[in-house]
């Protein structure tokens, strides 16, 4: 079945430093990816997405690629901040079967001044 | 324009009472879904609605959990003879179109503590 396995937080890094969160997933159709994000307080919002192998999504200086061949999708961000502390999912949902979506277990962000 | 929106936000119930959560979704989207969402886990989907089908209900962990959407907006997700493993955080989300590829947008979620 489908599956996201993502890094354990929580990730501790101090502003400006670069972030990398990793995702790799386990589909038998065609997978679209997201990432979502979850800040303090609130509900889940999409920070990013990638419909097919090769596509870059992109948001507010945060990036991720789809890549078939390793089967990740992982999010990097070049400077962080300290409102980027949060919580980070990754998520797949198939292309044709696709009226549900498999999470991650989220990583935690935290950010320090 | 306006997101998705759940109530209650906060629910405490003695065990073995019913329950009824709430979700308005977006207007005008087509796909409605409930996810559960356990302390520390990722959300985990629960049932799914095109209109007011129920489509796909086989995250319904028992029996005792129901959803409806009969007029192909509002949807309501019931729990009967609540337990202490049903504590936990119920997602609403909805989606403009029925395909792949589309968003989930997601409400704010229902906190359920079943004491």
């Known amino acids: 079945g489908d599956s996201v396995t993502q890094m354990e937080g929580p990730v501790t890094l101090s502003e400006e430093a670069f972030l990398t969160i990793n995702c790799t997933y386990t589909?038998?159709?065609?997978?679209?990816l997201f990432w979502y994000v979850q800040y303090p307080g609130e509900g889940l919002q999409l920070l990013l997405k990638?419909?097919?192998?090769?596509d870059k999504g992109s948001n507010k200086g945060f990036e991720a690629t789809y890549r078939k061949e390793t089967t990740s999708f992982h999010l990097e961000k070049g400077s962080v901040q300290v409102s980027d502390s949060a919580v980070y999912f990754c998520?797949?949902?198939?292309?044709?079967?696709?009226?549900?979506?498999?999470f991650g277990s989220g990583t935690k962000l935290n950010v320090k001044p | 324009g306006a997101g998705v929106s759940q109530s209650p936000r906060y629910k405490v119930a003695k065990r073995g009472q019913d329950v009824a959560l709430r979700c308005d979704p977006i207007?005008?989207?087509?796909?409605l879904f409930w996810y559960q969402q356990a302390l520390g886990q990722g959300p985990e989907f629960l049932t799914y609605?095109?209109?007011?089908?129920?489509?796909?209900k086989s995250g319904l962990p028992s029996d005792r959990f129901f959803a409806e959407r009969p007029e192909g907006s509002v949807s309501t997700l019931k729990i009967q003879r609540t337990q202490q493993e049903d504590s936990a955080v119920y997602l609403c989300?909805?989606?403009?179109?029925?395909?792949?590829?589309?968003?989930?947008?997601f409400g704010p979620g229902t906190r359920l503590l079943v004491l």
């Open positions: 989300a909805s989606s403009p179109r029925d395909r792949g590829g589309e968003t989930q947008y």
């Open positions: 589909a038998t159709g065609y997978p679209s």
């Open positions: 990638a419909t097919k192998a090769d």
């Open positions: 998520a797949l949902s198939d292309l044709y079967n696709f009226n549900k979506f498999y």
């Open positions: 207007s005008g989207h087509v796909s």
């Open positions: 609605f095109q209109n007011e089908a129920q489509l796909d």
